[in-house]
């Protein structure tokens, strides 16, 4: 199963052919890194377009929330409910007890992007009834396939750049001002070279916040076969910093690993199958 983000709703057909089999969408105030934000009452028509098409739709609502934000959150949940949405991609352990309330915890997909690292965490989420669990990025290959043998029904990022930090203050806005350069408008990208590293990451500050992303996107086209040898089939695909027809490419990539095909992508990294991706910033400094 592969699920990816999408940027507009002209491009459901062609990620359908490319075999995507769900898509995530964003809503207004309630998601954060989402490639598309979806006004509230358009989602019936996603909803509709991707029940005629075969597709799962599934909704990022990954914002922390705050006492103020949850009169939101239940009139959501409560359309996510009607609507009968296929997935809720959630970090805030506080919407748990929301989507219990209503009977659709089944629907929650927990994403906290580096909490979950051991069989032990995702047996204390897939207890709660939720329907998977997203691994933290940085694990091994020996690592994700020895949880995926414990519990096939974890998800995975496979392809695309994710989120090594987020934090709700706005970093960049108050390192512009400290350094007296002029404060740019929302949102703004620049790219972070940390001292003891040599790639670009990007940096990105909008409404909710500041996110540092990896320095490139990470592929799993070599490591599909481990995957799926062990019974994993929740794959997801990220393509923000891109576009649809990038999603479409590769999808179309990742079908032929899948027929056995020996792929590569220059643009991409397996590295942090490979690699200790903890190192202390004293030992990087003498190396």
């Known amino acids: ?109 927990y994403q906290p992007e580096t909490l979950v690292a051991s069989s032990a965490d995702v047996d204390f989420y897939m207890s709660l009834g939720i329907q998977s669990v997203s691994l933290a990025h940085e694990l091994s290959l020996e690592e994700v396939v020895s949880i995926g043998t414990h519990n096939p029904d974890i998800e995975i990022l496979v392809h695309g750049y994710f989120s090594i930090l987020y934090s709700r203050r706005p970093l960049v806005t108050n390192y512009l001002e400290a350094v007296n350069k002029p404060v740019c408008s929302l949102p703004c990208h620049y790219d972070l070279i940390e001292q003891t590293r040599q790639e670009r990451m990007p940096i990105v500050q909008d409404e909710t916040g500041t996110h540092i992303f990896s320095e490139m996107p990470i592929n799993s086209l070599q490591e599909m076969w481990d995957f799926t040898d062990v019974g994993m089939h929740r794959f997801r695909i990220d393509s923000l910093f891109f576009d649809d027809d990038w999603t479409v490419e590769i999808l179309g990539l990742y079908d032929l690993a899948l027929q056995g095909i020996k792929i590569t992508d220059d643009e991409s990294s397996n590295r942090w199958y490979l690699e200790e991706t903890i190192k202390k910033k004293e030992e990087q400094v003498n190396e």
Do not use: P
């Not at 002209?10 to 954060?32: N, T």
């Not at 996510?80 to 919407?95: M, Q, R, S």
């Open 1 to 109: 199963m592969f699920i990816t983000t999408i940027h507009s709703i002209d491009s459901l057909e062609k990620l359908k052919r490319a075999k995507a089999d769900a898509v995530i969408i964003g809503v207004e105030h309630y998601s954060i890194r989402s490639c598309i934000t979806v006004k509230k009452e358009d989602l019936q028509l996603w909803k509709k377009k991707c029940k005629k098409l075969g597709l799962k739709l599934y909704i990022n609502f990954l914002r922390l929330c705050m006492d103020e934000d949850l009169s939101g959150v239940r009139e959501y949940f409560s359309i996510f409910k009607e609507l009968d949405v296929d997935g809720i991609y959630y970090a805030d352990e506080g919407l748990y007890y929301e989507a219990k309330q209503l009977g659709i915890e089944s629907k929650l997909i």
